[in-house]
């Protein structure tokens, strides 16, 4: 087997390109965030095949949530039209033919149009989300601090092995609202139809608003847990 690591110079100016026959890779209970790694095991010959495609193309493709899990051994089950795009970041190559990669979130993109079949995997004309800023972005500012303290507060109560610790060292650093909010969901909130709901947020004041409301019902959380034990 060997590994690869690799990072073309503008990942969205790949994908815009992209986006005229959007590989994608759909999955039930997956949410690729922009800015953020989820690593996936690839086993089935029709995804096998999308890997090797992308690996010699643009390395963009999308992950399209399922509405179920047993819609996944269908050919072609519907998708939800707003999908994470993201890039072949790392890649793993196994003897069998099997891969294990890490797919780095670019952006949001909407699934316009199924292309006809062309591939053993499926492809979507799709178009990059934009997110929708407030005329004053100062205006974020008191729901950004909010969050910065949620994630310094949990990770003092978590073990650095958590990641917390470095997530809040990472939050601390950043600047971006936007990119913010989507780097502590991807930490943060398990559950798919949140992460889901998350993605489909375009408006940044509002996603910014919901994961700070995720993280201090996190914290609650733990708190109560806390408690019961003393």
């Not at 087997?1 to 959007?22: D, N, W, Y």
């Not at 989507?182 to 996603?207: F, G, H």
């Given at each position: 087997m060997c590994a690869e690591r690799i990072a073309p110079p503008s990942p969205r100016a790949a994908l815009a390109?992209?986006?005229a026959a959007l590989k994608v890779f759909p999955l039930h209970g997956v949410v690729v965030l922009p800015g953020t790694p989820t690593p996936f095991h690839v086993f089935e010959p029709r995804y096998r095949a999308l890997v090797e495609d992308a690996l010699g193309g643009d390395r963009v493709l999308a992950v399209p949530g399922l509405g179920s899990r047993e819609a996944a051994h269908e050919p072609h089950p519907p998708v939800f039209p707003v999908a994470g795009a993201g890039l072949l970041e790392q890649v793993e190559?196994?003897?069998?033919?099997?891969?294990?990669?890490v797919v780095r979130g670019i952006a949001r993109v909407r699934l316009l149009e199924e292309l006809p079949a062309a591939h053993p995997y499926r492809e979507f004309r799709a178009e990059i989300l934009e997110d929708?800023?407030?005329a004053d972005r100062a205006?974020?500012?008191p729901a950004l601090e909010s969050l910065r303290q949620l994630?310094?507060?949990l990770a003092q109560r978590l073990p650095a092995e958590s990641g917390a610790p470095a997530?809040?060292?990472a939050v601390a650093q950043m600047k971006d609202a936007s990119a913010i909010a989507d780097v502590?969901?991807?930490?943060?909130?398990?559950?798919?139809?949140d992460r889901q709901?998350?993605?489909e947020e375009l408006d940044v004041s509002r996603r910014l608003a919901e994961v700070v409301e995720e993280v201090a019902g996190v914290l609650l959380m733990l708190s109560r847990g806390r408690n019961q034990r003393v």
């Amino acid at each position: 087997m060997c590994a690869e690591r690799i990072a073309p110079p503008s990942p969205r100016a790949a994908l815009a390109k992209a986006c005229a026959a959007l590989k994608v890779f759909p999955l039930h209970g997956v949410v690729v965030l922009p800015g953020t790694p989820t690593p996936f095991h690839v086993f089935e010959p029709r995804y096998r095949a999308l890997v090797e495609d992308a690996l010699g193309g643009d390395r963009v493709l999308a992950v399209p949530g399922l509405g179920s899990r047993e819609a996944a051994h269908e050919p072609h089950p519907p998708v939800f039209p707003v999908a994470g795009a993201g890039l072949l970041e790392q890649v793993e190559r196994h003897e069998d033919g099997r891969f294990d990669v890490v797919v780095r979130g670019i952006a949001r993109v909407r699934l316009l149009e199924e292309l006809p079949a062309a591939h053993p995997y499926r492809e979507f004309r799709a178009e990059i989300l934009e997110d929708v800023w407030p005329a004053d972005r100062a205006t974020l500012q008191p729901a950004l601090e909010s969050l910065r303290q949620l994630v310094y507060q949990l990770a003092q109560r978590l073990p650095a092995e958590s990641g917390a610790p470095a997530l809040a060292e990472a939050v601390a650093q950043m600047k971006d609202a936007s990119a913010i909010a989507d780097v502590v969901a991807a930490a943060a909130i398990s559950e798919p139809e949140d992460r889901q709901r998350l993605l489909e947020e375009l408006d940044v004041s509002r996603r910014l608003a919901e994961v700070v409301e995720e993280v201090a019902g996190v914290l609650l959380m733990l708190s109560r847990g806390r408690n019961q034990r003393v």
